[in-house]
């Protein structure tokens, strides 16, 4: 398996709360990925990264914010949480930015606001 | 707008019958089309990729291909079996730009023994 972990794994916080989650991996990837998983809407891209320091954003970036200051480590901040937040958070990690090359996933975070 | 299209309703089959997935696209030009399988509580893992220029690509029981005139791929599981439960995805990429997995949003296959 693709040593990318995600921490923490299960949360639940209150409305209007920061969160932040945790993607960290060990096969030294250029590109990273934070999605959301809502029934009905599949995954869904939060932001990107392709370098340190280099994010963009994604389908829905709106209350989210990242940062990337290691390869390693790959943070999602919910600066004020509000419950359409609660979701399925999934990073995922490759190592090009050519689509000929497989995404690999962490096991997830499941966020419950409330 | 972009849009991927993937059955959202279960497909129910029995075991040792082949299993066909569809996913369709509009408004792309995908250079390659990704197929992952993902299983409750978990994240999705990567199957099979087939490029642009390839009609059909097989990996064991697994045979996917793409058709680019239809703006279809086809996903097939021969030999099913229960332990092939689980919900499939496709992602494509954006041609010309840097590589996005853009998923849809999955058909779930539950194999009857």
């Known amino acids: 398996d693709a040593g990318i972990t995600q921490s923490p794994r299960h949360k639940v916080t209150e409305t209007g709360t920061p969160v932040t989650l945790r993607c960290h991996q060990t096969?030294?990837?250029?590109?990273m990925y934070w999605y959301r998983q809502d029934p009905g809407h599949g995954l869904r891209l939060i932001h990107y990264?392709?370098?340190?320091?280099?994010?963009d954003k994604g389908e829905v970036s709106d209350g989210y914010s990242v940062s990337r200051s290691k390869t390693e480590d790959f943070l999602l901040t919910l600066e004020s949480a509000t419950s359409s937040q609660t979701s399925v958070y999934f990073c995922?990690?490759?190592?090009?930015?050519?689509?000929?090359?497989?995404?690999?996933f962490g096991q997830g975070t499941r966020l419950t606001v409330v | 707008s972009q849009k991927i299209e993937q059955n959202s309703e279960a497909l129910n089959i029995q075991e040792g019958k082949t299993a066909t997935l569809t996913c369709n696209y509009t408004n792309y030009s995908p250079a390659y089309l990704q197929w992952y399988r993902q299983d409750p509580g978990r994240g999705p893992v990567f199957l099979l990729l087939i490029r642009e220029n390839e009609k059909e690509k097989r990996k064991e029981r697994l045979k996917v291909t793409f058709d680019t005139t239809l703006k279809q791929s086809l996903f097939h599981i021969t030999a099913s079996q229960p332990a092939d439960s689980a919900t499939y995805l496709c992602a494509l990429d954006i041609k010309g730009g840097s590589y996005i997995p853009t998923f849809g949003r999955g058909t779930s296959l539950i194999v009857h023994p």
């Open positions: 990264s392709y370098g340190v320091k280099d994010t």
């Open positions: 995922a990690i490759s190592p090009s930015g050519q689509g000929d090359t497989e995404a690999f």
């Open positions: 096969e030294n990837h250029r590109y």
